[in-house]
């Protein structure tokens, strides 16, 4: 065990030395430089050459890659468009956005796993039609307008709930105020209704499958109840492809669900890659990249973790 | 029993939800901003968010009044030219203090011109600043300006500019500095966090007079119809940009005031001359005579929230021309003549009959539905049209050539926000000194003996109707080149709840909360 997850670690740091390499080359593959958006359009060659020179543009791309590499683990490494350090705005974007996608999957897993069981159980009734139905519209509908939607409804017509943004931050996360709260719940709703219709019908998929087969025909000649049955015996089998989708979901979720989040103005770190994206901030985009790129590493390998705990028989060697 | 306790529950679970969600309903003035600012100093950038928020917190040595554009005084209270329009002298107000309690004397005012000048720091403004010659205190309320040569917008230019303080800087360094901006306007800076908010809180010890806001936040949302939204439900207090269709919906709202004004931002698209076909002028027309910008400009803008340009200066500017270049340059749409002239460029062999011509777009909603208007009409002739919108921070490497002189792009659409001086304007988008690949702003690469003439001759003449009549000359001959056509001017639309007072709307979308003009307040 001790063994296989060293052996993960290193295959992860080998996968984040190849993410450094390859951002960093995409950012210099594209057209022009950071300067250039800084100087706008009417800076001289001159006064181009000199923010070049400022920003290390003009110096070869591996001493540039080398500076951005030792900058980001050093803590040196700072943002173009913003005067302070990138540890302390980042750190600050993930909690943000670990926040919002926790409350969605917890959410997503508490509603979906019962609606998957429910529409597998009663098959082919009204409530599995209409637990499909739910579904596909979920999967299907955009976030971003779902997101609209919840606002304009909520937010708009009822007042209910705000707009946008996260509210009282007193406690340094939202979902520790009531205000914080009613800011969260429609990002969180608009997640949650995605994440939900995809468990939901893994789950029922899933729960189908495992349902024909023969154990289950022995447990309930046993005479065991079916509630048992189902919960005990099937639910637990069919549980490991739902717990991989959540686990890849969750990586995306935490990492930052850049629509979401853009639409809704919830301050995470999905908006900061689009602002860095927009503002062609390559220090911040090339940190960000290779903080997700970890954030999904530990994931991955928190779900790996999680396979042999539901299902035994898989040995980690 | 039990539907009592469950109406309790039901009334708790409701109260919850609808308890007012006014957080800062108290002297705060939040409003919203598309992009969020890049930084906290001029000296690095000047975006338009940065700006705004440079603009309550640095005073300027002149101000332009925002509904008649005449320079008024600030810092300076008073200026004389000398006999040959080269040397300025300002006289400065006397007991200004920074937000450290620093007094503002004329070498502040100096090291604030001297620092962009000064080539080390690289200031994305110094190319602004190539008529100035040096700038020197002569007491310690008095500087003086030396010119390159007589340059009539000058004092436009030196009210861009933000007056910091020198020691502070020195003491603790630029970086430092950004960290924690000092000013002497009417708001001092809290804290900005990026993608958050940016807060200022007022400097109770503002000269001018004391701001009545208590704090100001600027808090970016992405979307500019969950501004709108947000706005109504009064989560802010202001938008300084809204689409056309959010600003005719709260036109009839009771809790929102809205109001508008001619922009000072036209939109155009050029050609790029670099190349063939583009640099054919038969080419060039065809395409303008395939389109109808009239038809287009009201189907982008419904409810006149945008008029037609036929110039390049603002409505307001005492040197527009629009009504003459209309009759003499603007083209109306010929599909025949257009077909007409595509048929001759085939047979000359200057376009190939199935060749693929790209217009290159910003991303967002307008600017791009521009692009597929401009497509659409040119494909009705014959044409074949790809658009490309692309990313802002790709987009201006590609129109500045980037690695490739000759420009990846054949028709491009950008927005050009001048100065209301109209030599800004004019000079940088036809004058051949800015054609050049790599950095300019004359990006389609005209050159015009005639036209870098009348704009060299207009930029020193001091009178106001010898100027305008250059003007109107060189815009004639530069537009009848149709390698640049404007199409619109969007109006400025912005809106504000009820309980702000006082709002004077600036063209330049500015947010001036306290200035000589106004002292916004807000209800209770």
């Not at chain 1, 958006?37 to 050459?49: N, Q, R």
């Not at chain 1, 019908?201 to 899933?206: D, E, F, I, V």
């Not at chain 2, 300019?440 to 009549?469: F, K, P, T």
């Amino acid at each position: 065990m001790a063994g296989y997850i060293i052996r993960r670690c290193l295959q992860s740091l080998l996968v984040l030395v190849a993410v450094t390499v390859l951002i960093f080359g995409i950012l210099k593959l594209a057209p022009g430089n950071a300067a250039q958006v800084m100087a706008g359009l009417s800076a001289t060659p001159e006064d181009l050459a000199a923010i070049e020179h400022r920003m290390g543009l003009d110096r070869p791309v591996h001493v540039q890659y080398w500076k951005f590499i030792t900058g980001l683990f050093s803590g040196t490494l700072k943002p173009a468009t913003f005067p302070d350090s990138m540890i302390g705005l980042v750190g600050r974007k993930l909690l943000a956005s670990v926040e919002l996608g926790f409350v969605a999957i917890v959410a997503a897993v508490l509603l979906s796993i019962p609606a998957g069981i429910i529409a597998a159980v009663y098959r082919n009734t009204v409530w599995d039609y209409g637990i499909s139905v739910l579904s596909l519209a979920g999967i299907s509908i955009p976030v971003f307008w779902i997101a609209l939607m919840l606002m304009v409804v909520f937010g708009g017509w009822l007042k209910w709930l705000p707009i946008s943004g996260r509210g009282d931050l007193r406690f340094g996360l939202s979902i520790l105020t009531a205000d914080g709260w009613r800011h969260i719940l429609i990002p969180a709703m608009s997640l949650t209704l995605i994440q939900m219709a995809m468990n939901a019908r893994l789950t029922r998929s899933c729960l189908l499958e495992v349902l024909q087969l023969d154990y289950i025909k022995t447990a309930r000649s046993k005479g065991l109840r079916e509630i048992v049955v189902i919960l005990k015996h099937a639910f637990r089998n069919a549980l490991l492809p739902v717990v991989t989708n959540v686990g890849l979901t969750a990586g995306m979720v935490f990492a930052g669900a850049i629509l979401t989040e853009t639409v809704t103005a919830w301050p995470g770190i999905g908006r900061l890659v689009y602002q860095a994206i927009v503002q062609r901030d390559e220090p911040l985009l090339f940190g960000l990249t290779v903080i997700i790129a970890l954030f999904y590493q530990v994931t991955y390998l928190g779900v790996d973790l999680l396979y042999g705990y539901l299902n035994p028989t898989i040995v980690y060697d | 029993m039990k539907s009592i306790k469950r109406m309790f529950i039901l009334l708790v679970a409701v109260s919850l939800l609808s308890v007012s969600y006014a957080v800062l309903a108290d002297g705060t003035f939040t409003f919203a901003t598309a992009k969020d600012a890049t930084n906290t100093d001029a000296l690095r950038g000047d975006d338009h968010a940065s700006g705004m928020m440079h603009y309550l917190m640095y005073d300027q040595l002149v101000a332009f009044n925002p509904q008649t554009f005449e320079p008024a005084p600030e810092i300076a209270s008073a200026w004389s030219w000398s006999e040959d329009g080269k040397i300025l002298t300002m006289n400065l107000v006397e007991g200004v203090t920074f937000h450290n309690g620093e007094d503002l004397t004329a070498s502040d005012v100096v090291f604030s011109f001297e620092r962009i000048l000064d080539p080390e720091n690289a200031s994305p403004q110094r190319g602004n600043y190539a008529w100035l010659i040096s700038i020197d205190a002569l007491d310690d309320y008095t500087v003086q300006f030396t010119l390159e040569y007589p340059f009539v917008a000058a004092l436009e230019f030196i009210s861009l500019v933000m007056i910091v303080p020198e020691e502070t800087i020195q003491e603790i360094g630029q970086e430092a500095f950004e960290l924690h901006p000092i000013g002497s306007g009417p708001f001092k800076f809290v804290e900005w966090i990026k993608g958050e908010r940016y807060v200022l809180e007022r400097n109770d010890d503002y000269w001018m007079k004391t701001p009545l806001i208590e704090r100001v936040v600027m808090r970016p949302i992405p979307e500019l119809s969950v501004q709108a939204l947000e706005l109504e439900t009064g989560g802010i207090d202001m938008v300084y940009e809204m689409a056309p269709t959010d600003y005719l919906r709260l036109q009839s709202s009771d809790d929102v005031t809205t109001m508008s004004a001619d922009g000072f931002s036209y939109t155009y698209f050029s050609f790029n001359l670099s190349r063939s076909p583009m640099n054919d002028a038969r080419f060039r027309q065809a395409v303008v005579y395939a389109l109808d910008l009239d038809g287009a400009t009201s189907a982008l803008f419904p409810g006149g929230t945008a008029s037609r340009a036929y110039g390049q200066l603002p409505k307001q500017s005492w040197a527009n021309a629009d009504e003459y270049l209309q009759g003499k340059v603007t083209l109306s749409q010929d599909l025949d003549k257009a077909r007409d002239l595509r048929s001759e460029l085939i047979e000359d062999g200057v376009i190939d009959e199935d060749q693929v011509f790209t217009i290159w777009t910003p991303t967002d909603d307008v600017r791009t539905s521009l692009g597929t208007i401009l497509a659409t009409a040119m494909q009705q002739v014959g044409f074949r049209v790809e658009v490309k919108p692309t990313e802002w921070g790709t987009y201006i490497p590609v129109l500045l050539r980037q690695g490739n002189p000759e420009g990846e792009w054949d028709i491009m659409i950008l927005s050009y926000t001048g100065l209301f001086d109209p030599d800004y304007t004019l000079y940088k988008v036809w004058h051949s000194s800015h054609a050049f690949p790599g950095t300019n702003s004359n990006l389609h690469m005209y050159m015009n003996e005639d036209v870098d003439a009348l704009l060299d001759q207009a930029r020193r003449a001091g009178d106001q109707v010898v100027r305008r009549a250059l003007y109107q000359e060189a815009q004639e001959i530069a537009l009848s080149s149709y390698s640049v056509v404007p199409v619109y001017i969007a109006r400025v639309m912005q809106a504000t709840t009820n309980r702000v007072h006082d709002f004077i709307l600036d063209p330049r979308s500015f947010i001036g909360l306290c200035n000589q003009w106004t002292n916004v307040w807000l209800d209770e």
